[in-house]
């Protein structure tokens, strides 16, 4: 036998039917606002890498620089830094919290269970002086009951809720790329610097033997009576001097590898990395069109993520002039003895609905409204500065790549010529034929050529490394999670 529905259950059903088909969505239906963008970068213009098969467009963009060092380094920033573990479980904690509201859609459903044992009896005195007398005994009532609680979201409040929180999510996804991508590339600078101090500790060791055979020249040449003792000390001066700057470069180098270890999420102590030969070269890397930016780079993912979630907190406040619906309902079975408890007379049931709308509230409800379309506003702002402090970085970077590499071939002519006219010198000075002076000016000066050459080439890839993270590494749009 099929048991038909409460009366008042038939006629709630449709009015529930209709309030969940009925539902729409206040509030604007967002789109991704429009940015300033130009159709090519100005600084490329004239200037192509000339094998773009080997740019850095890939995840591990790294691997264009082949160190194996620094790939084994890098690999390590992914797994073991807390910077990243932190971003990670913030991104985790705002996907956590696109469930919870998700859940806000669909009824409560709650079950209870009660057993409620009373006494009852005694006599009573009254007025007259007669007596009352009641039966005395324990009564026990079993109550197991099904409740339920729905609030439907007819304007859409709900459904904004977890775009706001979608959005977000995908914001802090952005936030964690990002994060990544600069500690990725906050290694290979410092991994850099550590090769640029090896390559500068050998050009120091080499001054350094070369000052010291200046040094036993003019101390072959002061005890012949050919030299005077100043340029004894100047030379003992240059070559103590070159020593001094070999220590230094120690102290700068450990600073450099403690710093490549707290990337990596180990401790200074665990990571000794043994100096290395200078041979990194600058990759090439194509710079594509401006509008790649907007789905390439991490930090314009996030803020355009957090003006969409702007966006729906405006149909989130929006709701708030409408009003609300709440259903509940309960049924169940109560009764005395176990036996009986499921008998249909022990049965009860209740539905109920309620509409609740604010008459007057002093304009707080359009205030908020207000508040969060001024939040919008703020986030769409970001979101364009955001775009056109990529556009400018990429193009910082173009014009140091191109400006670098014709200042990396004169300085290096630089320094070959500076090198040849210090040999010169100190050959001439050993003949007797110039004065010791023309001997410091020579070697003063091939020192800081060579210095100078070696800093163009290491500016030349850090440029390359700021220009890969400028174009957003490996990252895409795609990559971000649907929630």
Known sequence: ????????????TPT????????CVVGPHYSRPATPMTATFKEADGWAPAHPSDAADRKDWWTVFGDPVLDDLERRVNISNQTLAAAEAAYREAHALVQQDRAA???????NGSATAAKTGGSATLSNGGTVATTTGTRTVYQPSVGGSWAPDIWGSVRRTIQNASATAQASAATLANARLSAQTELA?????????????????????????TLEITRNRYAAGVAARSDLLTAQSQLQSAQANVADLAQQRARAEHALAILTGRAPAEVTLPPASWTLTPPAIPAAVPSTLLERRPDIAAAERAAAAASAQIGVQTAAYFPTLSLTGQGGYAASQLGQLFNASSSFWSVGASVAEAVFDAGARRAKVAQARAAYDQAVANYRQTVLTALGQVEDNLAAQRVLAD??????????????????ARNEYAAGTVAYTTVVVAQTGALAARNSALAIQAQRLTTSVDLIEALGGGWTRAALPRN
């Not at 529930?16 to 539902?23: F, K, N, S, V």
């Not at 859609?105 to 079950?111: M, V």
């Not at 200042?407 to 010169?424: F, K, P, Q, V, Y």
């Open 1 to 12: 036998m099929t048991r038909r529905l409460p009366a008042s259950l038939r006629v709630l």
């Open 16 to 23: 529930l039917l209709a309030a969940a088909l009925g539902a």
């Open 105 to 111: 859609l669909f009824p409560t459903i709650s079950l």
């Open 189 to 213: 600078v410092d991994y850099i610097q550590l090769r640029q101090l090896d390559e500068e500790k050998r050009l120091l060791d080499a001054t350094a033997e070369a000052y010291g055979r």
């Open 407 to 424: 200042e990396s071939a004169l300085r290096s002519a630089a320094a070959d010529s500076a090198t040849a006219g210090e040999t010169i």
